[in-house]
Nanobody, 129 residues
Framework: QVQLVESGGGLVQAGGSLRLSCVAS????????MGWFRQAPGKEREFVSA????????NYADSVKGRFTISRDNAKNTVYLHLGSLKPEDTAVYYC??????????????????????WGQGTQVTVSS
């Protein structure tokens, strides 16, 4: 099974940016559809962004559309999430998630947490006002 490890979180001022990375090991990332979720204190985990196995289809939550960018580099077994124009309400633990995806549907992406099988441990993002 794949192991996912996030990094890149930290403390940033409002308006700033960060790049989160999610590195996969034990299995090639190229066979997984990937997503990013976040969870703020006292709130449920929410969808942030997703990318298909092929990388050709992307999806974003309305709250981050135009500010965040998801990408993947299968050669490096890494998925990225660039966070731009950060707001205090973006403060949360950010998790990457993976779902094995068959080769006959490489364009599928998923937006619900229960659609993903594997999760990283999370990385904290704190945005100060």
């Amino acid at each position: 099974q794949v192991q996912l490890v996030e990094s890149g979180g930290g403390l940033v001022q409002a308006g700033g940016s960060l790049r989160l990375s999610c590195v996969a090991s034990r299995r090639p990332l190229s066979t997984y559809a990937m997503g990013w979720f976040r969870q703020a204190p006292g709130k449920e985990r929410e969808f942030v962004s997703a990318v298909s196995r092929s990388g050709g289809r992307l999806n974003y939550a309305d709250s981050v559309k135009g500010r965040f960018t998801i990408s993947r580099d299968n050669a490096k077994n890494t998925v990225y999430l660039h966070l731009g124009s950060l707001k205090p309400e973006d403060t949360a633990v950010y998790y990457c998630a993976g779902r094995p995806q068959s080769s006959d549907n490489v364009s599928a992406y998923y937006t619900r947490a229960n659609q993903y099988t594997y999760w990283g441990q999370g990385t904290q993002v704190t945005v100060s006002s």
